[in-house]
């Protein structure tokens, strides 16, 4: 009897054990939504999760989450539309990167940052690659995989690529290294590439002259004799006589690496954008790119 009674008490201590292994936090992800290409903010929590935690689970045990044909319809009243007039929908990145997969889909890993923006996707406007989620476009990459990065840069921007360098080892980026300009960067799609310069000096390389071109293409800003901000549909919005620009374009889609952009018409508005990366991240936080000026960090595209 006693012999009994001892291994129904030691399968309840482990039936309990295994419930509470279950419930053991695996990690935390900070979860942001946003309107209108990150203009405007309207939620930002940092949330804890268990072992294998999806971010639709995650979304549906804090938001109020509705799904209509396997797609997210609305998140907390925010609803998706679709007409011969507007076509408004939510799109989610992790670490910077749109999602490649849905969200009962994606494994969170811990310290992903999760961003759902509701925005148009009329004029078949997709934006892949964003900078709201710095530095964990480079610190945590998409689904856990770490990539190479490139600091690719002028010489007069060479004592601020060296703190940036500081900072994202710092910060996690275990494969790093620096380059001057005159160099090239690597077109390597397994490696990030941030490029530091001027406009002028930037425009020279092929591909990126190309995306500044396309009306379609991922880059809201314009530079002649000043900076100009753009909305989603490339109209003018904003200009300003002197700026700067943080940008990020895909550079590899299968790999998921990202070109960044650290660009504009002015070196001390170019510093300042780099100061901002290596000391005051979180004044990019949720945006899709920025125009740096004197006086604020702009989100673009600009909303309309």
């Known amino acids: 009897m006693k012999k009994t009674l001892l291994i129904v008490i030691i399968a309840i201590l482990m039936t309990s054990m295994v419930g509470c292994s279950e419930n053991v936090i695996e990690g935390s992800s900070n979860i942001i939504l946003s309107q209108d290409f990150g203009d405007k903010q309207i939620y930002d929590q940092k949330l804890d999760f268990t072992k294998n935690t999806t971010v639709m689970e995650l979304m549906q045990s804090n938001l109020d989450v509705k799904i209509e044909n396997e797609f997210v319809d609305s998140i907390n009243g925010i609803k998706s539309e679709y007409s011969e007039e507007k076509k408004l929908g939510w799109f989610y990145y992790i670490n910077g990167n749109l999602a490649q997969v849905g ?4 494994y969170l890993n811990s310290g992903d940052d999760v961003l759902w923006d509701y925005h148009t996707w ?3 406007i997709y934006i892949s690659s964003i900078i709201g989620s710095y530095p964990k476009n480079f610190t945590n990459g ?8 490139e600091l690719v840069y002028s010489e007069e921007y060479e004592k601020d690529t060296d703190n940036l360098y500081n900072y994202l080892k710092n910060n996690g980026v275990e494969d790093l290294v620096k380059k001057d300009i005159k160099n090239g960067y690597d077109d390597d799609e397994k490696i990030n590439t941030i490029l530091i310069s001027t406009w002028s ?9 190309e995306i500044y071109n396309d009306k379609k293409g991922e880059l809201f800003f314009k530079v002649d004799n000043g900076v100009k901000g753009l909305d989603c549909c490339k109209n003018v919005v904003k200009e300003f006589d002197k700026a700067a620009v943080i940008a990020s374009l895909p550079k590899g889609y299968s790999t998921l690496s990202n070109i960044w952009i650290v660009t504009g018409n002015d070196e ?5 954008a780099l100061n901002i990366l290596y000391e005051n991240p979180e004044k990019i936080k949720g945006k899709f790119a920025a125009i740096v000026t004197d006086k604020e960090v702009l989100n673009i595209p600009v909303s309309r």
Do not use: Q, V
């Open 103 to 106: 969200p009962e889909n994606y």
């Open 268 to 272: 001390n508005m170019i510093k300042k």
């Open 122 to 124: 009329e004029n078949e």
């Open 201 to 209: 000096e930037l425009s020279k390389i092929d591909n990126i002259r």
């Open 142 to 149: 998409y689904d856990g995989k770490k990539l190479k990065t």
